[in-house]
């Protein structure tokens, strides 16, 4: 092979992944599009975004200290039970706005970043091919 045809190749092969990264970036926007607008929260993908149970428990629990002046009990009070509630519910919110943002972010990334490598690269594979017939 020569080198036109090496970076012919070159070329052409950017250009196919520059589409790959658009038709991903495509697919992130319209998951985007579906859950802003067909959700009354945006949903999350990993968590179970469950507080009701008997157990809420926070996505970050800080450590118990280790010397307690007072004796520990077996089961929680309503107030704390309902405090933990909260505090789950509190989290759960924070958790599905970033959510949204990073979904967000993907998808103009992975837009923004596929049609620049497409625009510059695709242009120049068809002129060095139009050259090398």
Known sequence: MSGKQIGLV???IVSAAALALIIIGIFNSVNFLINVTQYKDYPLRYQNQDCSSIYPVP?????????????????QSAQEAEKQKQLCL???????????????????TFLS?????FLIHFPIARRNSKDFK
């Open 10 to 12: 070159y070329y052409y």
């Open 90 to 108: 509190k989290q759960v919110e924070e958790q599905s706005k970033r959510q949204k943002l990073d979904d967000l972010k993907n998808s103009i």
């Open 113 to 117: 970043i596929g049609l620049v490598l």
């Open 59 to 75: 996505m970050k629990v800080a450590p118990a200290p280790i010397e307690q002046s007072y004796p520990i009990s077996a089961t």
